[in-house]
């Protein structure tokens, strides 16, 4: 991989390493292109707390002067990009993008990792084979890629439904229609391949090599040793011959 746009820092609770590690790393293994999409800040209602999961507001100001610092520092050997992952959730969202409105945040990606607001709604990972939940995903998916504020969808497959495949199918339809038809890439999440997890899903994959969906992989990369995984890389790739998916580049914002 030469382009990486997802990775994480410290202040989201459960990652590791330094700004600079990542980077050191990123220029070793031949990159040219790095983004930090940390787990966005959200206006959650007072009282609520995302510790564990995601910065605070309060932490946005450092992160951003940090990214902000070693674009400076690197300008001459990685292009370095200062990103967000972000879920949409419909109470918060548009206050979520007034408070970005003061940083020079490059792009966004859509990872949808809680139905509702997170705080009435559910972890998307969780198994669940309630159709209702598996709807809700894929409807909130598909109205924060309706934002127009996404370069691209993280993990698309996250939701860990166990019912039936025909219904998973049918939503997950929803998804590679929209995406398809608004050109918007779908991730190839090495992070969840890497790691065992729910996802990449083959059934999702297998569907999205006959919509013809643009594919892009990312690191998800929580800790420094995340950057160099060629093994899981190469799983990655045979998953693209295997399922006929139309890799592509990733596509980059515009360096500020």
Same mark, same amino acid.
């Given at each position: 991989?030469?382009?990486?746009?997802?990775?994480?820092?410290?202040?989201?609770?459960?990652?590791?390493?330094?700004?600079?590690?990542?980077?050191?790393?990123?220029?070793?293994?031949?990159?040219?292109?790095?983004?930090?999409?940390?787990?966005?800040?959200?206006?959650?209602?007072?009282?609520?707390?995302?510790?564990?999961?995601?910065?605070?507001?309060?932490?946005?100001?450092?992160?951003?002067?940090?990214?902000?610092?070693?674009?400076?520092?690197?300008?001459?050997?990685?292009?370095?990009? @200062? !990103?967000?992952?972000?879920? #949409?959730?419909?109470?918060? $969202?548009? /206050? =979520?993008?007034?408070?970005?409105?003061?940083?020079? +945040?490059?792009?966004?990606?859509?990872?949808?990792?809680?139905?509702?607001?997170?705080?009435?709604?559910?972890?998307?990972?969780?198994?669940?084979?309630?159709?209702?939940?598996?709807?809700?995903?894929?409807?909130?998916?598909?109205?924060?890629?309706?934002?127009?504020?996404?370069?691209?969808?993280?993990?698309?497959?996250?939701?860990?439904?166990?019912?039936?495949?025909?219904?998973?199918?049918?939503?997950?339809?929803?998804?590679?229609?929209?995406?398809?038809?608004?050109?918007?890439?779908?991730?190839?999440?090495?992070?969840? @391949? !890497?790691?065992?997890?729910? #996802?990449?899903?083959?059934? $999702?994959? /297998? =569907?999205?090599?006959?919509?013809?969906?643009?594919? +892009?992989?990312?690191?998800?990369?929580?800790?420094?040793?995340?950057?160099?995984?060629?093994?899981?890389?190469?799983?990655?790739?045979?998953?693209?011959?295997?399922?006929?998916?139309?890799?592509?580049?990733?596509?980059?914002?515009?360096?500020?």
């Amino acid at each position: 991989m030469k382009i990486n746009l997802h990775a994480h820092t410290v202040r989201c609770g459960h990652a590791s390493g330094t700004e600079k590690e990542y980077i050191e790393e990123a220029l070793r293994v031949g990159m040219t292109d790095f983004g930090f999409s940390d787990h966005t800040p959200m206006p959650f209602p007072e009282g609520y707390s995302s510790e564990g999961m995601r910065m605070s507001l309060a932490e946005m100001d450092d992160y951003t002067d940090t990214i902000l610092a070693l674009k400076k520092e690197y300008k001459d050997r990685i292009n370095i990009y @200062l !990103g967000l992952e972000a879920e #949409y959730y419909p109470e918060l $969202f548009p /206050k =979520l993008m007034k408070f970005l409105e003061s940083y020079p +945040v490059e792009y966004l990606i859509l990872g949808q990792h809680c139905t509702r607001n997170q705080y009435d709604g559910v972890w998307a990972g969780a198994e669940t084979n309630d159709e209702r939940i598996l709807t809700m995903y894929t409807d909130q998916v598909i109205e924060g890629l309706k934002s127009g504020q996404f370069i691209y969808l993280a993990h698309p497959d996250l939701i860990n439904y166990t019912g039936d495949e025909k219904t998973y199918l049918n939503q997950m339809e929803r998804i590679c229609a929209y995406t398809y038809d608004h050109h918007i890439p779908l991730e190839i999440n090495l992070l969840g @391949l !890497g790691d065992g997890r729910n #996802y990449p899903n083959p059934v $999702f994959w /297998k =569907l999205a090599g006959e919509t013809g969906n643009d594919v +892009v992989m990312g690191l998800d990369a929580h800790h420094v040793h995340m950057i160099d995984v060629p093994k899981t890389e190469k799983i990655a790739m045979e998953m693209v011959k295997k399922y006929n998916l139309n890799l592509i580049e990733t596509p980059l914002p515009k360096i500020i």
